[in-house]
């Protein structure tokens, strides 16, 4: 049996190959015909250039039907799918081609000046252009290509990507992702999350990384189904694919900017039947507005570049905002304390994770791996958290993002919650900076509500002082327009840290 994740893939096309796989801005549809033969072209073309089952692709393009078809020819001829970063500068790039010896590059046309000699320079030799319209030399090359080509046969365990993880301290990860990985990820997903024939799902998400890439891709491939392919989220082309979709996955970014359109009501999602947000928290406040707007209940969801998807709220159950849902089926789920004891519902500790989607460590690097691994074999996330009586995950933030100041534990997410509270602010964001008496400080940086007044050092001290304990309450309060994110919305606390480290900053 090939365990491919693309043989997993074609056992689940629409007999009719004439079926849309995407549907793009300019109204033009391409099949799944379509795509299976210029998949075909870009494999064997990659095969043709002497690459072989377990070599690397780096590919660093911005958003394209080719870019995804690229993807899939990769899958299909053996070779380790390398996704970067459209944004990262040559310094960055530089670092990962040398780290994971690819043996050919796909990148921007605009690269190509600072690209082609660092690849000579490591020894790469073939370098190719993709733009975001689909053009390049790489479709020139595989033009002529053959249109048929047999998927190669891979192993479960055998690597099908490397996704390097944002790290904010030290050289980033490259995470080590299998055929069985992902296969066992979009199964799950897939039948969680209910998709069914005739489901659209609206495609506003970049490629290079997890969510758009594996969760919303893998999930309408695995349906043989359609999904409107964005080049980037518009609010208002979502509003009018609602009208003719089914489902949306988006980041918390995509929801709030969503609210601040008129039309989003009951009635311009009639026609939707799932909301799915994802990479980073979502507020409660955003949870219930939206509730309150379309009578849709936004359903969140929990995972990690180095596993795929952890656990879901409930298709059919209740979606309880502020936590993560469940465990997904196959998944195993533990929160524990410093001695690796289980924790008792509602105490906060480490989460740890185990099963089938879950990577097998990270490339070259095996001191990680006896780091980031249990020695009964479950990988530590670095994310703490807490269960409900009922077995619903709540997120509490990042280890790493732990305050420990004056020897108490603060959990930023709890101190970022009460702030969150104060009418005349939008959000809020917790840090622990450098402090000669306590060790370290906590930080308060804030986003007034537009429209409200902002909010004083001295009021959101005195609002916190009333409902946290005095090693709680943060030391200074920083009022800004807006919070620093990286591209999936994710706040880039490392920044904050970075910017109030100094003191009267």
Known sequence: MNENLYSLFESRFPADRASPLLILDDGRELSYGEAERTCARFASFLAGLGLAPGDRVAVQVEKSPEALLLYLACLRAGLVYLPLNSAYQEGEVGYFLENAEPGAVVAQPKSLPWLVPLAARLGILHVFSLDEHGAGNLVEAARGAPEAFATVARRADDLAAILYTSGTTGRSKGAMITHRNL??????????????????????????????LFVACHCVLMNGSAMRFHAKFDARRALEDFGRSTVFMGVPTFYTRLLGEAGLDRESCGRMRLFISGSAPL??????????????RILERYGMTETGMLTSNPLAGERRAGTVGLPLPGTGVRVVDDEGSACPAGEIGHIQVTGDNVLPGYWRMPEKNKEEFTADGWFRTGDVGSFSPDGYLAIVGRSKDLIITGGYNVYPKEVELAIDELPAVAESAVVGVPHPDFGEAVIAVVVPRAGSAAPTEAEVVAWLRSRLANFKVPKRVHVVEELPRNTMGKVQKNVLRDRYATPGA
């Open 283 to 296: 507020l409660a406040e955003t949870h219930e507005e939206f509730e309150r707007r379309t009578g849709h």
């Open 183 to 212: 296969a066992s990820n979009a199964t799950v997903l897939h039948a969680f999350w209910g998709f069914r024939p005739g489901d659209v799902l609206v495609h506003m998400l970049p490629l290079f990384h997890v969510h758009g």
